[in-house]
């Protein structure tokens, strides 16, 4: 279940209010149901981009079809993400300073209300949010500015967290094995966490001497090894065997969809994608993924969907939306 978020919340009291009727007038495309009658099965939980008073709020669609009618909150997210009873919410705070803020919100029981646990102060531009199958570990990846390495590109600064709990710190500070070597760049970066079902092994992105790499992390080790390159914004299978990624082209302003078989080491480049695909995929089954695509004509996104089959064609699955997440 997802809160409605009233404008002045304090950091650790939300107002959780059961989505009613009114939205049904708002001035969007998409036909708009109660969140309840969304919450009674498997579903996909967004950020909505229509081009309308809710743009930006978060919403949910049924799985069994995520085209039809969506639940609309008073959550409003840059980036958003569930898993197992939580979510993570990344917002840009505007004013005469602007701020960034995670939020993490939780439910005890199915159908309770939310309530907010936990809330950190970012230090830049939310870029990436998951969370662990269980729901009890989350990730943060922002945008910084100010690294004395940086002379062009980017710099990330990646977070993970108990929900309610300790932090593990930035994840640059981990050990850092690369090919087999312990070393310590000044210029490394590490964003787009995905976690494993152990509530410790996770993997993310690495980024030095400009080179990425696929890195298995421990939070127990505080250890990050690289076991492939070319590899970013990762994201695990849910039987864990594979993970989705963005592939670069050579000039690395184009990424195109692929998996890698952990296990074999092979990867399938999902061809029948001609877009350049900018986000961190989400799996939608063992067969199938998302990831959002803004329209070529308009500021919009849309989640679309593609079978991992090298090339199947990809579709609209949920029209004005961004940042799916699948909760079953």
Request: charge should be negative.
């Amino acid at each position: 279940m997802v809160v409605l978020v009233t404008a002045g919340v304090t950091a650790y009291a939300l107002s959780a209010i059961a989505e009613n009727d009114r939205r049904t007038s708002r001035a969007t495309d998409a036909t708009t149901t109660s969140l309840t009658q969304v919450e009674e099965g498997p579903r996909i939980l967004f950020r909505h981009t229509g081009r309308d008073a809710d743009y930006g709020h978060v919403g949910a669609v049924a799985l069994a079809d995520p085209g039809g009618p969506r639940a609309l909150t008073d959550l409003s997210c840059d980036r958003v993400y569930a898993r197992a009873g939580s979510v993570s919410c990344l917002t840009t705070e505007r004013g005469v300073v602007t701020r960034y803020r995670a939020t993490d919100l939780a439910t005890s029981t199915p159908g309770a209300r939310w309530r907010e646990v936990d809330g950190v102060d970012l230090p830049g531009l939310p870029s990436r949010t998951r969370i662990s199958p269980d729901g009890r570990l989350v990730s943060s990846t922002v945008f910084v500015n100010g690294d004395s390495y940086m002379v062009s590109g980017f710099s990330t600064r990646t977070v993970v967290r108990r929900i309610g709990g300790a932090s593990y710190g930035d994840l640059e500070k981990f050990r850092l094995v690369v090919d087999g070597r312990r070393v310590a760049p000044a210029d490394r970066n590490v964003w787009g966490v995905t976690f494993a079902a152990d509530d410790r092994t996770f993997y993310a992105t690495v980024a030095t001497g400009g080179r990425t790499y696929l890195a298995r992390g421990d939070l127990a080790e505080r250890s990050l090894t690289t076991i492939a390159d070319h590899v970013e914004c990762p994201s695990l299978s849910p039987d864990g065997t594979r993970i989705a990624f963005k592939e670069a082209d050579k000039d690395g302003t184009r990424w195109t969809p692929a998996v890698l078989d952990l296990a074999t080491g092979r990867r399938t480049v999902l061809a029948g994608e001609t877009h350049s695909i900018d986000d961190q995929i989400e799996w939608l089954d063992d067969d199938t993924v998302l990831y959002g695509l803004e329209r070529e004509d308009e500021p919009v996104s849309d989640v679309w969907s593609l079978d991992t089959e090298p090339t199947a064609t990809p579709r609209v699955l949920v029209p004005e939306a961004a940042s799916p997440a699948v909760l079953r």
